[in-house]
């Protein structure tokens, strides 16, 4: 029945995995949605505009006020100007890459993007009829060194710039970056993305930045927007969302900027999959943008200890750890537990020892390439992953 490019996509490993944690009583370290709520004043603002009527469709672009206040964030953090009018609304991130996605291939058309990806690019990329073209990031070396031998911090992943540039060819159309990056928690520094924007604007590719994990860079990183480095913002849409940020996954609420001509295309295409969505989210999520850094430092440092917690119990229980730089999100490989396949171990985790990942090789268009990994989601209350490692630990092969 299903159309055939679509068949390779029928489930989500996100909706597999949590039903598995629902089902066995796990603790669900799968998905990536935080256990607490967002900023009291976000909820309480939200609650107000329900009680206040603001329930029908908004804007078909959104609401004006969220459009100037993610002007606004994008002149607070990154020092870009961006007009308001080429602020576009979206049912979260997911819904402005797929209308990018939709807007601009035609079929057969090429998308570069880095593997392991997050779920919805390749199935976006198969609905349009394009051609995903994925570039490995590879674990780098030293992983499960020391964590912190005199402030060095083992690496996690990165690219081989040839196999970047090998990805391109006349067919290129889109770049789809995301950093920082689902599920292996690098963070692409100015030379990675000076890189890739060399090559997008050498074979006239559009960039796509998904962003939603801006807020969440670690041990002092700085999140580079490719929109900020220079001839880049020409080329450039720029997709972020309120759901990580304000830990309001289930609201939906995102947005996209750039260009004015390729917003137009994206919008062209997005006001047929959802039309709108979230009217009283919107003005709330405004709001919350202007929040004081106090809110967003506090963020990234609580994210930051969780992923201390998480990655230090996951190498006692003897994984091997891959340096999470940004995100909700640490990468293991299960070989040193004696397993080879990722898939396997997270398929019987939840019964084994009461916790559930989710399997690296699900991202993969080359599942090899994710085979051993496993990822696990540190976006939970402290006393949650302390039980989590405990039960890990559980998994560690008897001495002798
Ligand atoms: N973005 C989240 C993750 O990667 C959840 C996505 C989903 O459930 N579709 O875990």
């Known amino acids: 029945m299903l159309v055939e490019r679509m068949r390779p996509h029928t489930s989500t490993i996100f909706a597999e995995m949590s039903a598995l944690a629902l089902r066995t009583g796990a603790i669900n370290l799968g998905q990536?949605?935080?256990?607490?709520?967002?900023?009291?004043?976000?909820?309480?603002?939200?609650?107000?505009?329900?009680?206040?009527?603001?329930?029908?469709?908004?804007?078909?672009?959104?609401?004006?006020?969220?459009?100037?206040?993610?002007?606004?964030?994008?002149?607070?953090?990154?020092?870009?100007?961006?007009?308001?009018?080429?602020?576009?609304v979206t049912t979260g991130a997911t819904e402005a890459i797929a209308s990018a996605v939709l807007a601009f291939c035609e079929p057969g058309d090429e998308v570069v993007t880095f593997q392991p990806y997050y779920d919805s690019y390749a199935a976006t990329i198969a609905l349009a009829g394009a051609v995903l073209r994925p570039v490995p990031l590879r674990p780098n070396a030293n992983?499960?060194?020391?964590?912190?031998?005199?402030?060095?911090?083992?690496?996690?992943?990165?690219?081989?710039?040839?196999?970047?540039?090998?990805?391109?060819?006349?067919?290129t159309r889109l770049v789809l970056v995301n950093t920082p990056h689902n599920p292996t928690g690098a963070v692409f520094d100015r030379e990675q993305l000076t890189l890739i924007g060399q090559l997008a604007a050498e074979y006239g590719a559009v960039i796509v930045t998904d962003e939603v994990y801006e807020h969440m860079v670690y041990d002092g990183r700085e999140h580079v927007s490719m929109a900020t480095l220079p001839g880049m913002a020409e080329r450039?849409?720029?997709?972020?969302?309120?759901?990580?940020?304000?830990?309001?996954?289930g609201w939906k609420i995102g947005w996209v900027h750039g260009p004015a001509e390729l917003v137009a295309a994206v919008r062209a295409v997005k006001q047929f999959l959802t039309y709108v969505s979230g009217a009283p989210f919107q003005p709330a999520v405004a709001a919350a943008l202007a929040l004081p850094d106090s809110f967003y430092a506090q963020l990234a440092s609580d994210l930051q200890r969780k992923r201390d917690l998480l990655s230090a119990g996951l190498r006692t229980a003897g994984f091997t750890v891959f340096d999470s730089a940004g995100t909700y999100f640490v990468v293991t490989d299960v070989r040193p537990l004696g397993y080879e396949d990722g898939a396997e171990f997270c398929w019987s985790l939840p019964e084994r020892v009461g916790v559930a990942a989710v399997p690296v090789s699900v991202f993969c268009a080359d599942p090899e390439l994710g085979r051993p990994l496993v990822r696990f989601a540190f976006c939970k209350r402290d006393e949650v992953l302390t039980e989590a490692v405990a039960r890990l630990v559980a998994l560690r092969a008897p001495a002798g």
């Open 32 to 88: 990536g949605f935080p256990d607490t709520d967002g900023p009291p004043s976000l909820l309480a603002d939200a609650a107000a505009n329900i009680g206040s009527g603001i329930n029908q469709y908004p804007p078909g672009v959104g609401a004006p006020e969220l459009r100037a206040a993610v002007a606004e964030h994008q002149r607070r953090f990154y020092g870009m100007d961006v007009d308001p009018d080429a602020v576009l």
């Open 143 to 171: 992983a499960n060194a020391n964590p912190n031998p005199g402030g060095q911090r083992p690496p996690g992943f990165g690219f081989d710039s040839d196999e970047l540039r090998a990805a391109f060819s006349s067919r």
């Open 236 to 249: 450039t849409l720029t997709i972020s969302a309120a759901g990580k940020t304000f830990s309001v996954t």
